[in-house]
């Protein structure tokens, strides 16, 4: 068990985003008076549990907190561990000043005041915390990463990659994060014998091959995909959509998605494949005119 805490915009709520997003049950501004209820039974204590709480939490007495906290790490079965979360005062008025957002302390005085007073309430929990973590010159991003090099080793998910393909002719995808256009290759619906075939028939695949822009395209985005998938997985992203699009979504998309997908395996990835409209009809209106 993980006991969050710290002072209102430092980042708790950012911190427990994280920590669920590596496996985590996280469970924000609980009552900490509960705990005990909550951890009672031995046998429902399975895999890992943040608790967040702070100076808006009903119940909060941070003396009582600690006592409670002392007697439950005395169970064999149990073990608990505090992070607090600090950030200096001048930061917290510019973020509270920024989202013009109140602060929980400072309902009828000025912000400097309530951040004052929650500052010397938290005091005895900052204290006592087993780890401080200090956002003052911190990003958003940076204590999402700061959080995952401290707990990423206890149930991070590797990241899921999506390679797809699709007609640009029928909508773009919504979702893709990378959107490569592969329509500057000549097109197999104009081939006779390729028309009614796609790019998982190999005839289309040797006809794409042989098209001069093929090759070079294809190895400048697979470099490309190299540099950036580690990029977006030491951000913390947990789904990335790598996406082909080409006319009809039958040929050129379907065959360069099924080769980056082998090429990105060969190099360590488990992309799942989809091909949008492999099992649309192909026809002229939709293919436009011949080049």
Known sequence: MLLVTGLSGAGKTTALQVLEDLGWEAIDNFPVRLLKRLVAKPDRQQGMLAIGFDSRTRGFVPAEIIDLVKDLAQRDDLAISTLFIDCNGGELERRYNETRRRHPMAQERPLQEGIKAERELLDPLRRWADMIVDTSELSSNQLQQHIRDLFGDTGAQPMTLTVSSFGFARGMPPLADLVFDMRFLDNPHWVPGLR???????????????????????????????????????????????????????????????????????SGFSPTVRHRNLGSRATDEIEGQKR
Do not use: N
């Open 196 to 266: 009614e075939l796609t790019g998982m028939d190999a005839p289309v695949g040797e006809h794409i091959e042989k098209d001069a822009g093929f090759k070079p395209a294809f190895e400048q985005i697979h470099d490309l995909l190299l540099t950036l998938l580690p990029l977006y997985e030491a951000q913390g992203k947990s789904y990335v959509h790598v996406a082909f699009g080409c006319t009809g979504g039958r040929h050129r998309s379907v065959f360069t998605a099924e080769r980056m997908a082998e090429s990105l395996r060969e």
